[in-house]
């Protein structure tokens, strides 16, 4: 079982930047990635990155977030820069997918707020 501890969430303005890490406790060679789940929302795919470095983004993010991994630290990042107020969410960080495609591994999550 992988432990996922997320970091870097916070309060900024719209058009501000964050950038989220989360820790993973061993070393991981499967799929990652970033979900979201706003407040009376169901949880939402944010970005994705595997192994080889291939990425996928939700297209409400795309073009303002990147998603990036050090494997040797066992570390995953999301930049977040031109932030909105609909960008406002529980952030978490997942690892390993399942044999139905879900994600098998799952952080605690990090706030993020964006306000006007």
């Not at 820790?23 to 994705?48: D, F, H, N």
């Amino acid at each position: 079982q992988v432990q996922l501890v997320e970091s870097g969430g916070g309060s900024v303005q719209a058009g501000g930047s964050l950038k989220l890490s989360c820790a993973a406790s061993i070393y991981i060679i499967c799929e990652m990635g970033w979900y979201r789940q706003a407040p009376g929302k169901e949880r939402e795919l944010v970005s994705t990155i595997t192994n080889a470095g291939t990425t996928v983004y939700a297209n409400t993010v795309k073009g303002r977030f990147t998603i990036s991994r050090d494997r040797g630290k066992r570390m995953l990042f999301l930049q977040m820069d031109n932030l909105k107020t609909e960008d406002t969410a529980v952030y978490y960080c997942a690892a390993c997918r399942t044999g139905d495609s879900t994600f098998r591994n799952w952080g605690q999550g990090t706030q993020v707020t964006v306000s006007t």
